[in-house]
Protein backbone atom coordinates (compact mmCIF):
# COMPACT_ATOMS: atom_id res chain seq x y z
CA UNK A 1 0.00 0.00 0.00
CA UNK A 2 2.83 2.25 1.00
CA UNK A 3 4.08 2.18 -2.52
CA UNK A 4 0.91 3.56 -4.17
CA UNK A 5 0.34 6.37 -2.16
CA UNK A 6 2.50 9.46 -1.87
CA UNK A 7 5.06 10.81 0.18
CA UNK A 8 2.31 12.84 2.32
CA UNK A 9 -0.06 10.51 2.46
CA UNK A 10 -0.58 7.98 5.69
CA UNK A 11 -0.65 4.23 5.79
CA UNK A 12 -1.76 2.51 8.95
CA UNK A 13 -3.01 -0.40 10.83
CA UNK A 14 -6.49 0.05 12.24
CA UNK A 15 -7.59 -3.09 13.77
CA UNK A 16 -6.89 -6.52 12.79
CA UNK A 17 -6.91 -6.91 9.37
CA UNK A 18 -8.23 -3.03 8.80
CA UNK A 19 -5.99 -0.37 7.46
CA UNK A 20 -6.28 3.23 7.03
CA UNK A 21 -4.92 5.52 4.42
CA UNK A 22 -5.38 9.11 4.86
CA UNK A 23 -4.70 10.55 1.38
CA UNK A 24 -3.52 14.61 1.77
CA UNK A 25 -4.85 17.01 -1.16
CA UNK A 26 -6.49 14.08 -3.41
CA UNK A 27 -9.55 14.30 -5.51
CA UNK A 28 -12.28 11.70 -5.48
CA UNK A 29 -11.22 10.45 -8.23
CA UNK A 30 -7.58 10.22 -7.23
CA UNK A 31 -8.47 8.43 -4.37
CA UNK A 32 -10.90 6.24 -6.55
CA UNK A 33 -7.66 5.31 -8.44
CA UNK A 34 -5.74 4.86 -5.54
CA UNK A 35 -8.36 2.71 -3.74
CA UNK A 36 -8.33 0.45 -7.13
CA UNK A 37 -4.65 -0.24 -7.81
CA UNK A 38 -4.37 -1.53 -4.25
CA UNK A 39 -6.85 -3.59 -4.55
CA UNK A 40 -5.95 -4.77 -7.88
CA UNK A 41 -2.41 -5.07 -7.02
CA UNK A 42 -3.41 -7.60 -4.00
CA UNK A 43 -5.54 -9.64 -5.81
CA UNK A 44 -2.47 -10.11 -8.27
CA UNK A 45 -0.25 -11.34 -5.40
CA UNK A 46 0.59 -15.34 -4.90
CA UNK A 47 0.43 -16.05 -1.69
CA UNK A 48 2.43 -19.67 -1.39
CA UNK A 49 0.81 -20.46 1.76
CA UNK A 50 -2.39 -20.18 0.37
CA UNK A 51 -4.35 -22.20 -2.18
CA UNK A 52 -6.42 -19.57 -3.76
CA UNK A 53 -6.50 -15.95 -4.18
CA UNK A 54 -6.33 -12.96 -1.90
CA UNK A 55 -9.20 -9.92 -2.19
CA UNK A 56 -10.13 -7.19 -0.33
CA UNK A 57 -12.65 -4.74 0.00
CA UNK A 58 -12.03 -0.80 1.35
CA UNK A 59 -14.47 2.07 1.89
CA UNK A 60 -14.04 5.53 1.03
CA UNK A 61 -14.70 8.85 2.70
CA UNK A 62 -13.49 12.00 2.04
CA UNK A 63 -13.00 14.83 5.01
CA UNK A 64 -15.84 17.36 5.36
CA UNK A 65 -15.37 20.25 6.89
CA UNK A 66 -17.92 20.74 9.76
CA UNK A 67 -18.28 16.82 10.44
CA UNK A 68 -15.54 15.62 13.45
CA UNK A 69 -13.01 12.75 12.32
CA UNK A 70 -15.38 10.26 14.03
CA UNK A 71 -18.23 10.81 11.03
CA UNK A 72 -15.07 10.38 8.79
CA UNK A 73 -14.18 6.72 9.68
CA UNK A 74 -17.94 5.96 10.79
CA UNK A 75 -18.42 6.66 7.34
CA UNK A 76 -15.46 4.92 5.58
CA UNK A 77 -16.59 1.94 7.99
CA UNK A 78 -19.76 1.97 6.58
CA UNK A 79 -18.39 2.03 3.18
CA UNK A 80 -16.33 -0.87 3.60
CA UNK A 81 -19.27 -2.82 4.81
CA UNK A 82 -21.13 -1.95 1.74
CA UNK A 83 -18.51 -3.31 -0.29
CA UNK A 84 -18.42 -6.85 1.53
CA UNK A 85 -22.01 -7.05 1.63
CA UNK A 86 -22.41 -6.42 -1.97
CA UNK A 87 -19.99 -9.27 -2.83
CA UNK A 88 -16.50 -8.28 -1.75
CA UNK A 89 -12.99 -7.65 -3.68
CA UNK A 90 -14.57 -3.93 -4.34
CA UNK A 91 -14.17 -0.66 -3.55
CA UNK A 92 -17.05 1.76 -2.30
CA UNK A 93 -16.77 5.61 -2.17
CA UNK A 94 -19.09 7.36 -0.23
CA UNK A 95 -19.05 10.62 -2.77
CA UNK A 96 -20.03 7.89 -5.72
CA UNK A 97 -23.12 6.72 -3.53
CA UNK A 98 -24.07 10.43 -2.37
CA UNK A 99 -24.07 11.25 -6.12
CA UNK A 100 -26.50 9.26 -6.86
Known amino acids: MKEQVGPNDFVARYGGE ?3 LILLDRSDAEAD ?3 ECI ?3 VRAMHHEEIDGSVSISGGLA ?3 PGRGKEWLFVTADEMLYRAKHEGKD ?3 AHHAISAR
Open 18 to 20: EFA
Open 90 to 92: KIV
Open 62 to 64: RYE
Open 39 to 41: RLN
Open 33 to 35: QIG
